[in-house]
């Protein structure tokens, strides 16, 4: 069995009355579960227009060419580490106009998140962030900031179960896209119960910067993309420099100081002549 704590992320291999991580007493439970919250007792109403725009025609997600997406989709990015599930949630967020939410539940607000917004060229004061989060903390960020799309990285480090994502969905009507990210197991399975990738109206599995579709209740994936780049392609050359805000500085950090440039080669041999050229 696998503990984990809901505030700071840190993994047990057996129960603790307290996290060492962040000292917080009785938040280690059972990866997967969660102590009752808030949002819990919030009743899910509505009304037939609002219900209405979830039956709506489906546009195309940010981001993805050719993905689609329907109001209210809940989206799972799943896929081995370092595959870019994070680097495309980033990207995917950036796309879509107003305000939206980034939960960084396992690196929480550091200098890896940083870089990766960065790299992107996410500098948006409607990017609202917020790190390691309870459930009912993530639900208050989204009314305060009025966010219209959330993304969850990741849905095992914040514990939340397939029900919680629906619920947050449906108490929150405004939200246009729920995304999250899901690791993998040993088999290379989404972690967890299957239920998560069942639940969601759109799957994508990332890996080595490329994202297939192998879910979608939007489009038929024989229709539909299979390879996607998780970086925006390069129009032309230098792009992806400029891209990822490459400096001058940085690029020097791969240049062979030890080798002379061309000029010093070419003047090397007379350095020692006068001025008036070789002696006789």
Do not use: F
């Amino acid at each position: 069995m696998a503990w984990t704590c809901i505030d700071c992320g840190s993994a047990y291999p057996a129960r603790v009355s307290w996290c060492t991580g962040c000292a917080s007493i009785g938040r280690v439970v059972l990866l997967g579960e969660r102590p009752r919250a808030e949002i819990d007792d919030v009743v899910e109403t509505g009304d037939a227009a609002s219900l209405a725009r979830l039956a709506g025609v489906p546009s195309p997600l940010p981001g993805l060419d050719g993905v689609l997406a329907g109001h209210g989709a809940l989206g799972v990015l799943w896929g081995p580490p370092n595959g870019g599930k994070s680097t495309l949630a980033a990207r995917v967020l950036d796309g879509v106009s107003g305000p939206v939410l980034y939960a960084s539940m396992e690196e929480g607000l550091g200098p890896t998140l940083a870089g990766r917004l960065t790299r992107l060229g996410i500098i948006r004061r409607d990017y609202h962030l917020i790190g390691r989060a309870t459930v009912d903390q993530v639900a208050a960020e989204i009314r305060r900031r009025r966010a219209v799309a959330v993304a969850i990285d990741s849905v095992q480090a914040s514990t939340w179960e397939p029900r919680d994502l629906r619920h947050l969905l449906a108490i929150h009507p405004q939200l246009r896209l729920l995304l999250v990210v899901c690791q993998v197991n040993a088999k290379g399975l989404p972690e967890g119960r299957r239920s998560l990738i069942h639940e969601a109206d759109l799957a994508l599995r990332v890996e080595g910067l490329r994202a297939t579709l192998t879910k979608s209740r939007y489009q038929e994936l024989s229709h539909g993309p299979s390879d996607l780049p998780v970086l925006p392609r390069a129009r032309e050359a230098g792009d992806s420099i400029r891209r990822e805000r490459a400096s001058v500085p940085h690029l020097r950090i791969v240049q062979r100081e030890d080798l002379p440039t061309r000029r010093a080669v070419d003047r090397g041999a007379h350095d020692d002549e006068p001025a008036g050229g070789r002696p006789a």
